[in-house]
């Protein structure tokens, strides 16, 4: 059975997060569960706790989630020299003047930068962006048309390992405060299979472990899960959850959600997500999304 399609794409500085029928904007409540759905929930923690990886104020001096850009016509464009070169996109990249990078400018994690030219509805992502002698350098990155994006060439990562664009994948305030998230969430896991499954492109892993996740893997929030309970801002996140899932994204801890940070988000709620726990989530069998 195919999914039912997302009846808006959420936007952001006049241009789509991806089209409605793209594959992390499908929801996915009425796909069937993976046969190997226990064992992969399993390996992720049966007791672990969602943290919501985002949320307002600063956190070691960053802000807490990954931000993002708009920019525009006269931003400066920037060439950046890429250590993953070869599964890089080339060209100039619309770097502003004070970006905004994940961790705060000294952070030692992984430093992503999001620009979106609002001009070209074009998403631009970085890995590990830092500027050295005053030139740019980065891991990685990836250019995204927001209104008819391409996957990437199957192996090749992104600015995030599972080959995925981000921003479109971030929990945001303002879908929040309209009241639904129309799109799957990203999520991180510390032990990843040595595999994708659409539409991931790129796996960070050496284990063959058949119960460890995939990257692109999609879970759901059961639907039997009663989030009556929780504050606004954390229910709006959960009914997402179990509409369009969670997307394995990249390597890291365990049940983590990301979003991008916003002065209106309410810790305190957000942090009452951590009682839905990893026995309430399941594994999809997402092939019905697969071209």
């Known amino acids: 059975m195919l999914a039912p399609l997302a009846t808006v794409a959420a936007t952001l500085a006049g241009c789509p997060l991806f089209p409605a029928s793209f594959a992390t904007n499908q929801r996915v409540d009425t796909l069937p569960v993976a046969a190997d759905s226990n064992a992969i929930v399993r390996s992720i923690g049966l007791d672990g706790g969602i943290h919501a990886d985002f949320g307002s104020g600063t956190w070691e001096g960053g802000p807490i989630g990954i931000p993002y850009d708009v920019v525009g016509r006269r931003t400066r464009r ?89 921003l479109p994948l971030l929990a945001r305030y303002r879908e929040v405060k309209r009241g639904r998230i129309d799109h799957a969430l990203r999520m991180t896991v510390s032990q990843t299979r040595r595999a994708f499954v659409f539409p991931a492109r790129h796996f960070a892993s050496s284990d063959d472990d058949s119960s460890l996740p995939r990257m692109g893997e999609r879970l759901r929030l059961k639907a039997s899960t009663d989030i009556s309970g929780l504050p606004r801002q954390a229910r709006i996140v959960a009914q997402a959850m179990k509409e369009y899932g969670l997307i394995v994204a990249d390597n890291g801890s365990d049940w983590y959600v990301s979003g991008a940070p916003h002065r209106h988000w309410d810790n305190d709620a957000l942090h009452a997500l951590g009682a839905l726990e990893g026995r309430d989530f399941e594994v999809v069998d997402a092939g019905a999304l697969a071209p």
């Open 78 to 166: 920037s060439r950046v020299r890429f250590e993953y070169a070869d599964e890089s996109d080339r060209g100039r990249y619309p770097i502003p003047r004070g970006v905004h990078i994940e961790g705060g400018p000294q952070s030692d994690g992984d430093r992503h930068a999001l620009l979106v030219d609002r001009s070209r509805c074009k998403l631009f992502e970085l890995y590990a962006l830092r500027q050295e002698g005053g030139r740019w350098t980065a891991g990685s990155g990836a250019t995204w048309s927001l209104r008819a994006p391409k996957l990437r060439p199957a192996g090749w990562t992104s600015a995030d390992a599972a080959g995925l664009p981000i």
